[in-house]
């Protein structure tokens, strides 16, 4: 199993929609939690970090499920400009230091 | 958004040359990483450093290796670069252990 897992996809929804992404981790050891886009041929940008109690940034809303090993990420209202490919991170503890892993992403395709 | 430079933006050159990528920050940052993402694989972690001098290996270290003299420089040296390592090659910084990490820009690396 891999250490961090996503569904590639692509999620492809009008504009509007809501769509949720999951992303599974293997190590209950982890501790910290993040949602990044990455558009393009461009560098990832932080879009959220994930919190145990759940937390909310607008049209985005990201939640942690512990017993499950998963964290999800909510997207209401969708926009054109939505579309993107959505990166979990996962960072747990190795040897005193904190290794953060990627997950491959998600593709969301919004349309007119 | 965050004041990191990647040197150079992009680079093409031939197998058994050696290739060194600069990666520049104006944050004060800790910690500082080394990623390339290639289809299929998703971001993967070559080298991260928690300090000047500290540095230690991530997923993906064989072939390359890693200097941090400054806090602000950490580089990445191909000494003898292969077609297998063309790829994008990604440098981040972040705070602290645990928090979230900015992204540079990039290089595109084409070893022919």
């Known amino acids: 199993r891999k250490e961090v897992e996503q569904d590639p996809g692509p999620f492809n929804v009008p504009e509007g929609a809501t769509v949720a992404f999951n992303c599974t981790y293997s190590?209950?050891?982890?501790?910290?939690f993040f949602w990044y886009r990455q558009d393009c041929r461009k560098e990832p940008k932080l879009l959220m970090s994930?919190?145990?109690s759940g937390n909310e940034d607008g049209r985005f809303t990201a939640q942690l499920n512990r017993a499950s090993q998963y964290i999800s990420l909510l997207i209401r209202d969708s926009k054109l400009s939505d579309s993107a490919t959505y990166l979990c991170?996962?960072?747990?503890?190795?040897?005193?230091?904190?290794?953060?892993?990627f997950g491959r992403g998600t593709s969301l395709i919004v349309h007119p | 958004d965050a004041g990191i430079t990647q040197s150079p933006r992009h680079k093409v050159t031939e197998t058994g040359t050696p290739v060194t990528l600069r990666c520049h920050q104006t944050?004060?940052?800790?910690?500082m990483y080394w990623y390339r993402q290639d289809p299929g694989h998703g971001l993967r972690l070559i080298h991260y450093?928690?300090?000047?001098?500290?540095?230690d290996k991530g997923e993906v270290s064989d072939g390359y290796s890693v200097s941090r003299s400054k806090t602000e420089d950490f580089l990445l040296t191909l000494e003898s670069a292969t077609s297998s390592q063309t790829s994008v090659y990604f440098c981040?910084?972040?705070?602290?252990?645990?928090?979230?990490?900015?992204f540079g820009d990039g290089t595109r690396l084409s070893i022919l």
């Open positions: 450093s928690y300090g000047v001098k500290d540095t």
């Open positions: 981040a910084i972040s705070e602290g252990q645990g928090q979230p990490q900015h």
């Open positions: 944050e004060n940052h800790r910690y």
């Open positions: 991170v996962v960072t747990r503890i190795s040897g005193g230091s904190y290794i953060p892993t």
């Open positions: 190590n209950s050891a982890s501790q910290s």
């Open positions: 994930v919190y145990s």
